[in-house]
């Protein structure tokens, strides 16, 4: 069964498929998003964190997709939020990586 995230999302785009029509951007971009979280959750995770200038991203990874998570103003902040993410992952939990090693052992 889909995950309840997906779910979410899936009622949103109907939403507005019913409001602005299939062929709105915003109804197409959920849609390609949807399929991106569908790849995604079929494969074995990472959580990367990517030094972006000044701010730290996180990156989800499965294959050869990536799913950017977010920005964080320190390395603390990107890395606690890596972990708390990883814990939510469904089995195998997610790795998290920052310069290609694995910190979350």
């Not at 990472?46 to 989800?60: K, N, P, S, T, Y």
């Not at 799913?67 to 990107?78: I, N, P, R, S």
Request: charged share 35%.
């Amino acid at each position: 069964m889909p995950d309840k995230k997906i779910e979410k999302f899936r009622e949103i785009m109907y939403q507005l498929a019913d409001e602005k029509g299939l062929n709105h951007p915003e109804v197409l971009a959920i849609s390609q998003m949807i399929d991106k979280l569908l790849n995604i959750s079929q494969q074995a995770a990472q959580i990367h964190i990517e030094e972006r200038g000044e701010l730290f991203a996180l990156v989800l990874r499965r294959g050869k997709d990536r799913l950017e998570l977010g920005e964080y103003g320190t390395y603390d902040e990107a890395e606690e939020w890596a972990l708390k993410l990883s814990e939510q992952t469904e089995k195998p939990k997610a790795g998290v990586y920052y310069h290609a090693k694995r910190i979350d052992t």
